[in-house]
């Protein structure tokens, strides 16, 4: 029987919440195939470990899950932690060096879930945004002179390589292909940014030659926002900056019902390094410890993880019990407007799984 090993790295606030729900799910499907199981491997790394050792991770912390198959990550982030010590700590620290540089985001409308947009319905809002997540705005170049005084500079300078840039375009460009649509929107700034973002918009080009079955077109990232609040059927797959993605991805789990549903995979595909599975929120502290985190992102960064992890009929269960569960609004936890606890919509989930016949 193939053993995945996973290293859980649940984090603060609510991750620990959802990613102990994650795990209960996971052992569920492996049960319920019969053909694989989990060896989850637990660090207990984040903003209390921060406090105890004055580091988010220990010095050989990449070195003890490098081996492992995937990564399981809840969230960092805690009120008496500077936010760019816990990112650049944790979740960066990993990401970076394992060149997990794909950061892959489906959305959807999933079943019994009502849209802010209220004229919108399920298969009108069925998009994956690609994001960089190797450089560009997030590479860490920059600094602060003469802090604190009245003549201070600080410059935080977005570095976009050739190869960094052609490697996630060929990557989004692939992904479109794998869709129905086959259609991908290239997003950037390139009227105001016009050294990098323009670079971005000529390799596009180039690449798109290789894929002629795909249909692509370019946005503006302020003008993105409008499309996808106005026109969302027309948009498919869409690839953009670390930045740029990032804050579309919160307006697209937004308009998917709730950031507490949307999932995130953090890919290396050479699959030199592991790979890391994370729901798109963070820490939550306004409701940590309550029991009412909606562990449903989680699950589906789990879909992610078995896809990765080859395992996709376990994935295809994973998600039929989710959307079984979400069309219930009596299994619904308040940021979707009901009153559901995580424990109640976990034990849906894993009851939707052992009697799913698929
Ligand atoms: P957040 O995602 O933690 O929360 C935003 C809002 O959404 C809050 O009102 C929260 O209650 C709600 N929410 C988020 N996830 C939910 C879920 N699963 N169920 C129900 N409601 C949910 O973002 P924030 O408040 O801006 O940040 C809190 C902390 O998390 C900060 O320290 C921030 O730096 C950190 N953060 C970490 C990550 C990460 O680890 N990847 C991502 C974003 C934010
Ligand atoms: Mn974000």
């Not at 195939?33 to 050989?60: E, L, N, T």
């Not at 570095?159 to 692939?174: C, L, N």
């Not at 307006?251 to 599975?277: D, K, Q, V, Y």
Request: charge should be negative; proline fraction near 6%; charged fraction near 20%.
């Amino acid at each position: 029987m193939k053993q995945y090993r996973i290293a859980a790295i649940p984090g603060d606030g609510i991750g620990q919440e959802v990613i102990a729900a994650g795990i209960e799910v996971l052992d569920a499907l492996a049960e319920r195939d019969g053909s694989f199981g989990f060896a989850f491997d637990r660090f207990d790394w984040g903003s209390d470990y921060y406090k105890a050792h004055g580091v988010m991770m220990p010095k050989d912390g990449l070195a003890q899950i490098e081996g492992h198959d995937a990564i399981f990550f809840g969230a960092v982030g805690a009120p008496d932690v500077p936010d760019h010590i816990t990112l650049w700590g944790l979740r960066l620290a990993i990401c970076q060096p394992f060149d997990q540089y794909a950061n892959v985001r489906p959305t959807r409308i999933l079943p019994g879930i009502t849209s802010p947009l209220r004229h919108v319905t399920g298969p009108e809002l069925d998009w994956v945004i690609v994001r960089e997540n190797s450089e560009g705005e997030y590479a860490g170049v920059g600094g602060r002179v003469h802090q604190g005084h009245a003549n201070e500079v600080a410059t935080d300078v977005s570095m976009m390589t050739r190869s960094g840039v052609e490697r996630i375009i060929r990557y989004a460009f692939a992904l479109a292909r794998t869709r129905p649509r086959k259609l991908l929107t290239v997003v950037t700034k390139s009227n105001a940014q016009r050294h990098a973002m323009v670079m971005w918009d000529e390799i596009a080009a180039e690449v798109a030659a290789d894929f002629p079955d795909v249909a692509w077109d370019k946005m503006l990232v302020d003008a993105m926002t409008m499309r996808m609040t106005m026109k969302p059927q027309t948009l498919d797959t869409i690839v953009a900056t670390n930045l740029h993605a990032d804050i579309l991805s919160d307006l697209a789990a937004a308009l998917a019902g709730s950031l507490g549903i949307a999932p995130t995979a953090n890919i290396n595909p050479e699959r030199r390094f592991p790979s890391m599975f994370e729901p798109i929120h963070g820490s939550a502290f306004d409701i940590a410890g309550k029991g009412i985190a909606n562990p449903v992102g989680t699950f589906w960064t789990a879909c992610q993880m078995l896809e990765h992890l080859g395992e996709q009929p376990a994935a295809d269960r994973l998600m039929r019990a989710v959307e079984r569960v979400t069309a219930d609004p009596a299994l619904h936890t308040p940021d979707l407007g009901g009153t559901a606890t995580t424990r109640a919509v976990t034990e849906a989930v894993i009851a939707a799984i052992r009697g799913d016949n698929g």
